[in-house]
């Protein structure tokens, strides 16, 4: 069956029990594309097509069942509401802090945070979307995001200080790594 056919066929079906499972458009929209997503990259393994119906909404169902559980883990709160528990800004901190400071900051963080960093908050990926992007796990992109926010909040409220990282002591017993230099240049 293609897949423009089948998208034909069950998009309206899908999209209508989403809705009544999801009790929302955008989500209800998110889970018929994943479904769909689904099916482009597994569908091939279906042997007996007639049955496509069938595998659209047990999947569909199922990517319901997962992001629901996704969400009671790690619910959704708006910033508005959670202001009250965010830690205080410094009326400073927010005078002096500019785009292009907030960049520069960024760009300074090791690889390894800042690449989850830009694609989420610069390109709007999603945690999955990332996860894929990078080849590594979801939690992973999580607590990356995590340590990456903690870093780049470190270097913006204090622009001159290391991060924890750069400041741990180097035990006596490590001789710090030091390229040789070419001697033609330098």
Do not use: C
């Not at 069956?1 to 034909?8: I, K």
């Not at 009790?23 to 097509?49: I, M, N, S, V, Y």
């Not at 199922?62 to 410094?90: G, K, M, Y």
């Not at 963080?109 to 800042?114: G, I, P, Q, S, V």
């Amino acid at each position: 069956m293609e897949f423009d056919q089948l998208v034909q066929e069950h998009y309206q079906g899908l999209y209508r029990f989403a809705l009544s499972l999801a009790q929302r458009e955008a989500d209800a929209a998110d889970l018929t594309q994943q479904t769909f997503l689904r099916w482009a990259t597994r569908g091939f393994q279906l042997r007996d097509r007639s049955k496509a119906k069938t595998w659209l909404f047990t999947t569909l169902y199922r990517e319901f069942l997962t992001s629901n559980r996704r969400s009671i883990r790690f619910p959704h709160i708006e910033l508005s509401d959670a202001e009250p528990e965010l830690p205080p800004v410094q009326e400073r901190t927010m005078e002096e802090m500019d785009g292009h400071s907030a960049l520069d900051a960024l760009n300074e963080l090791d690889e390894t945070y800042r690449a989850p960093l830009m694609l989420f908050y610069l390109q709007q990926h999603s945690y999955q979307e990332i996860a894929d992007i990078l080849s590594v796990p979801i939690g992973t992109v999580m607590s990356r995001l995590s340590r990456g926010k903690a870093q780049l909040r470190q270097k913006l409220s204090n622009p001159t200080s290391e991060t924890p990282e750069e400041a741990a002591p180097v035990s006596p017993n490590v001789i710090p790594f030091q390229p040789k230099r070419n001697s033609r240049h330098g």
